[in-house]
């Protein structure tokens, strides 16, 4: 309305009488109501959503965000596209912030942790596990002339989002000083997240299993360790150190055709229902020719579920370290379920296998 209303009227330069005015009262206020009513609507259909602490671009960078320049590195683009992207320091200091982690269908893994796995793939670097237990957890890597802090973190509402930032320090020396003072501010909001996280101890067949999933999308529970390899999910449960139900030897100049066909036969009677897809086999060393020591395996599968283990003899405490991963498979007929039992079978005989070559070359 671009009528004005004024106690004066320029066009005559007398005063005019207010009585007139009294009748368009009522109409001034209903405008006035209705424009309070529609303007801040009207301004927060616009408005970006709020960031939380960790994404807080002024607060931390201590500049005012500004637009990017360059487009999204490509290695983000499955993380989808971000909520939020800010740029600031002549384009050296980059954010990234994505509200809301979609679930991801037709995966056994959280939503987090596959967000997880595609920060890293984003950053270019090899992630620890996701851990079932987390509330978020965050990464720090240098690569080149490139600082990345991110995280992955559950907000108050429940859904998780993820950050990133990106900082490429400047060639003068004092700018670079600056920058680095308000880096730490970013580094210490992003890394916060991880103060509350469990720690769980390390043992020397985690320890082989997380060398060989290295860069494939992994969960770490209380119970088994989880992944994603070849489109097919992955359990793998441990036992306590302990003795098989025949010797195994360590060396494998002392492994015996005639002891394995004895641990078959114990196999197939301690699974009678099984359908046996690779008998108990010596693992050849990842290495033709290495002495290393004998490891085991066998795979097998029961209704829609294929298993497969993994024995490793010890040399100077004896027993047997002893792992076991499991995979079930889509319900299909007889025929089809057959066929891709046996696709399965063998991508546990190469899981396995690689689990046992990261034992030899940490362990051995």
């Not at 994505?98 to 056994?108: G, L």
């Not at 320890?207 to 070849?230: I, M, Y």
Request: contains cysteine; glycine residues 6%.
């Amino acid at each position: 309305m671009s009528t004005t209303f004024s106690p004066t009227s320029p066009v005559s330069g007398a005063v005019a009488s207010p009585a007139p005015l009294r009748g368009l009262a009522p109409m001034l206020v209903a405008v006035l109501a209705l424009g309070a009513l529609h303007v801040p609507q009207a301004g927060a259909a616009g408005r970006k959503p709020a960031a939380p602490p960790f994404a807080d671009f002024s607060q931390l960078s201590g500049s005012r965000a500004g637009s990017c320049a360059a487009p999204v590195e490509p290695g983000l683009a499955a993380l989808g596209e971000p909520t939020l992207r800010h740029c600031a320091w002549s384009q050296h200091l980059e954010m990234l912030y994505w509200k809301d982690v979609p679930a991801t269908p037709n995966t056994c893994l959280p939503a987090p942790a596959i967000a997880w796995h595609r920060l890293g793939v984003g950053v270019r670097a090899v992630l620890r596990p996701w851990h079932a237990a987390a509330s978020g957890q965050s990464l720090l890597v240098q690569t080149g002339g490139l600082v990345q802090a991110g995280m992955v973190a559950r907000q108050e509402d429940g859904q998780w989002a993820v950050v990133l930032w990106r900082w490429r320090p400047s060639d003068r020396i004092p700018t670079r000083q600056w920058q680095a003072g308000h880096w730490k501010k970013v580094a210490e909001a992003v890394r916060a997240i991880d103060a509350a996280n469990p720690a769980p101890a390390r043992t020397p067949l985690m320890t082989a299993w997380l060398e060989a999933t290295n860069g494939k999308p992994r969960l770490l529970g209380a119970d088994t360790w989880r992944w994603v390899s070849d489109a097919a999910c992955l359990d793998l449960r441990t036992a306590s150190l302990g003795q098989a139900q025949m010797h195994l030897p360590y060396s494998r100049d002392d492994a015996r055709l005639e002891q394995r066909s004895a641990m078959q036969v114990l196999l197939a009677r301690r699974f009678p229902s099984a359908e046996w897809l690779r008998n108990f086999s010596l693992i050849e060393p990842a290495i033709s020719g290495d002495r290393t020591g004998a490891k085991f395996l066998a795979v097998w599968r029961e209704n829609a579920t294929v298993s497969g283990q993994l024995w490793i003899p010890l040399r100077d405490q004896g027993g047997i370290v002893r792992a076991r991963i499991s995979s079930d498979l889509a319900a299909a007929p007889e025929a089809a379920l057959q066929e891709a039992a046996k696709a399965r079978a063998a991508v546990l005989e190469r899981e396995l296998s690689a689990l046992a070559h990261a034992w030899e070359a940490r362990h051995e």
